[in-house]
């Protein structure tokens, strides 16, 4: 199976700091890779997925990139709100394995 | 609005069995795959299952194949799991999750989740 390995495992930065989450693949999975976003005590919410598109709603300062194994989740400009955790999923094929998650913190 | 309601969760002792519910509205539910994705307290998201819109394609996690089935009715715009000889290390929110139009593909639309505790 193709692992998922995400990092940072957690983060603190400042508002308005440019952040980069990373997600890397055990194996190729071209832009098969979506990106989701936690807040404390809700539900997961898809930000990114094909590796970059962003979904309807969200914002612009997220931003996703990579292809093959390597891929990134940036935040142009760090808003409060944005204290979340962040998974990475691979969806190429059985099983859509999730990363561990990156918690983020605002400093 | 779309919508993924949750229900079937609860306390349940180890090796007993237990089927979660989900209710989808606002979208053709037949048009789509359907999944369910597991967090245990504290912890990060686990993929536990899959079946596509005609339930001919179905996958499980390893830590669940043999005791859990998915299986969904176009009918009613329902999706469910049954949990069989559960284990302690099945305790976890259980969400419902729809997916983009590929089998596998990002997910899109979550439920609130159901919560699952086996215990003695």
């Given at each position: 199976d193709i692992q998922m390995t995400q990092s940072p495992s957690s983060l603190s930065a400042s508002v308005g700091d440019r952040v980069t989450i990373?997600?890397?693949?055990?194996?190729?999975?071209?832009?098969?890779?979506?990106?989701?976003?936690?807040?404390?005590?809700?539900?997961?919410?898809?930000?990114?997925?094909?590796?970059?598109?962003?979904?309807?709603?969200?914002?612009?300062?997220?931003?996703?990139?990579?292809?093959?194994?390597?891929?990134?989740?940036?935040?142009?400009?760090?808003?409060?709100?944005?204290?979340?955790?962040?998974?990475?999923?691979?969806?190429?094929?059985?099983?859509?394995?999730?990363?561990?998650?990156?918690?983020?913190?605002?400093? | 609005e779309v919508q993924l309601v949750e229900s079937g969760g609860g306390l349940v002792q180890p090796g007993r069995s237990l089927r979660l519910s989900c209710a989808a509205s606002g979208f053709t539910f037949d048009d789509y795959a359907m999944h369910w994705v597991r967090q245990p307290p504290g912890e990060g998201l686990e993929w536990v299952s899959t079946i596509s819109w005609n339930s001919a394609t179905i996958a499980y996690a390893d830590s669940v194949r043999g005791r859990f089935t998915i299986s969904r009715d176009n009918a009613k715009n329902s999706l469910y799991l049954q949990m069989n000889n559960l284990r302690a290390e099945d305790t976890a929110l259980y969400y419902c999750a729809k997916g983009r139009p590929l089998l596998y593909d990002a997910l899109d639309v979550w439920g609130h989740g159901t919560a699952v505790t086996v215990s003695s």
């Open positions: 990373t997600c890397r693949a055990s194996q190729g999975i071209m832009n098969y890779l979506a990106w989701y976003q936690q807040k404390p005590g809700k539900v997961p919410k898809l930000l990114i997925y094909g590796a970059t598109t962003l979904q309807s709603g969200v914002p612009s300062r997220f931003s996703g990139g990579g292809s093959g194994t390597d891929f990134t989740l940036t935040i142009s400009s760090l808003q409060p709100e944005d204290v979340a955790t962040y998974y990475c999923q691979k969806y190429i094929s059985a099983p859509p394995t999730f990363g561990q998650g990156t918690k983020l913190e605002i400093k | -």
